[in-house]
């Protein structure tokens, strides 16, 4: 089933001062959410 679960950017400390993001895992989550784009558009 597809699903949102795990489209967000990797890192860490969310929501605060000390917040990072992971740039080197853009690249994944980019191409995960454009196949569930995809299917979800040919989803019937």
Do not use: C, Q, V
Not at 8 to 20: D, I, P, R, S, V
Not at 29 to 38: C, N
């Amino acid at each position: 089933m597809d699903g949102l679960d795990g489209l967000g950017a990797l890192g860490g400390n969310a929501h605060n001062l000390e917040e990072y993001l992971h740039l080197n895992s853009l690249d994944d989550i980019t191409k995960r959410t454009a196949l569930l784009i995809y299917r979800l558009t040919r989803s019937k």
